[in-house]
């Protein structure tokens, strides 16, 4: 009797114990779920967008606001709210005003920045139309922009507060007709890229159409992305052109378009690049996105990609357009710096004694920090000679971000830096890629 006594008491502290278990679970919810609860918290699903000039010289930069937006959508991450990253030259943060609480950040890139890099940029002041998109807050926040210095230390520029009842929130009033390219799941859990097109007419939609599949089918056959092709949607807006074609200044075409991209920006024939950033917002916001795409109607090479911002390139380029593709969107997505050596006319955007952020560049200033050096064979020397029997060997290699000498790449040839002869991303940018697809889709 005492043993099953024994026995009946064990077995009852046993369910205790798991009660006690089950009951602290419940009180104890996971990061996810916690996350979810501060989404719910402090925003509602569709998009706050401030609108703003970006403004300033080769030396200095400064805000000027525009004005605030509301738009139907939230396509982001309800999870992966604060931005730890480090990525970026700018960073927004968007804190709860009563409480003082950071809810939300983000990091980002801007051709302004890239422009602060040129010859131009050191005798003229100039002023670009930007914006910056976030959940929509159901109470008063203060924004802050913060900018990167040329030591690498991110600096507050600008700050203001939004009332999201105010009246002077502008509504988004819908212009276009939209369609999905390839849909796979909730928006919140998924990369949405919207596509966007540059100079089609009315008579040319089944043209821009068939640009969108190519585009899903030939980003979606590379490496991470096929892996990943469930955890991507695509959808497309038609916004119809009043000429065909692009502008071309080094050729005096001029074109009435969508988006109004230009060839020849800063100088380099083939950056095609858009400067009415809130316009392209205008036309992107008429359906969920993360991500914008332009797929520009010309066989013209050239285009351009920028982190969190946009990327562009020729949707008809007869050879190489998959590979444009990947590569620009390697930029948007994940801001992997260009591998190339030299050729453009950008000047000092990797300064001696500063470690790039991005994660596929590096001076050696603090390369022990990044996720490469720890990938490294022990016994690969850095700097890292090439070896054409070993064109593939994961190292260090002298000649990136547009210079030949003091920025260092981790392959030979890769994605970021190769378009004729290869058709992989290096292990550094591979395995980045695939971090952010998860911080994304969290």
């Not at 930069?61 to 525009?66: L, P, R």
């Not at 996720?371 to 002298?398: C, F, I, K, N, S």
Request: charged share 25%; hydrophobic share 35%; aromatic share 14%.
């Amino acid at each position: 009797m005492r043993l099953a006594a024994t026995i009946l008491t064990a077995c009852l502290l046993g369910l205790a114990a798991e009660g006690v278990q089950a009951q602290d679970t419940k009180k104890q919810p996971s990061k996810a779920e916690a996350a979810q609860a501060g989404f719910d918290r402090y925003f509602e699903d569709k998009t706050m967008r401030f609108d703003f000039y970006h403004c300033g010289d080769a030396a200095r930069e400064e805000y000027f606001f525009d004005e605030v937006r509301e738009e139907p959508y939230w396509a982001g991450s309800k999870v992966s709210l604060v931005d730890d990253t480090g990525y970026g030259v700018q960073l927004l943060k968007v804190f709860d005003k009563e409480s003082g609480r950071l809810i939300y950040s983000r990091s980002y890139c801007t051709l302004f920045n890239e422009w602060q890099t040129t010859a131009e940029a050191q005798n003229v002041r100039k002023a670009m139309p930007e914006s910056v998109v976030f959940p929509y807050p159901k109470g008063p926040v203060r924004i802050e922009l913060h900018a990167r210095s040329r030591e690498g230390v991110m600096e507050k520029k600008f700050e203001q507060e939004i009332d999201p009842s105010s009246y002077f929130v502008r509504k988004f009033t819908p212009r276009y007709d939209t369609f999905e390219v390839a849909y796979t799941g909730n928006p919140a859990t998924r990369v949405d890229i919207v596509l966007v097109p540059e100079g089609y007419t009315d008579a040319e939609k089944s043209k821009f159409e068939q640009a969108c599949r190519i585009f899903a089918e030939e980003l979606l056959s590379y490496s991470p992305f096929r892996e990943n092709a469930a955890r991507f949607n695509i959808r497309a807006v038609w916004a119809p052109s009043m000429e065909s074609g692009v502008t071309i200044p080094g050729e005096h075409v001029w074109r009435n378009t969508a988006t109004k991209a230009q060839y020849y920006t800063f100088d380099s024939e083939r950056y095609q690049m858009i400067e009415d950033f809130q316009g392209l917002r205008d036309i992107a916001a008429h359906v969920p996105y993360d991500y914008i795409y332009v797929l520009s109607n010309t066989q013209k090479y050239g285009g351009g990609g920028i982190y969190n911002f946009y990327g562009i390139s020729a949707a008809h380029h007869p050879n190489r357009t998959g590979k444009v593709y990947v590569h620009e969107f390697g930029h948007v997505m994940m801001g992997l710096g260009d591998e190339y050596s030299g050729g453009v006319s950008y000047n000092d955007m990797y300064p001696a004694g500063v470690e790039p952020w991005e994660e596929n560049l590096t001076t050696l200033t603090d390369f022990e920090r990044k996720a490469w050096h720890a990938m490294l064979d022990p016994a690969t020397p850095v700097p890292t000679p090439v070896d054409e029997a070993q064109p593939q060997r994961l190292g260090v290699y002298e000649g990136g971000g547009y210079v030949d000498k003091g920025v260092y790449r981790p392959w030979p040839n890769c994605l970021m830096n190769n378009l004729h002869t290869i058709d992989v991303f290096c292990p550094v940018c591979k395995a980045a890629l695939e971090r952010y697809i998860d911080f994304i889709c969290r």
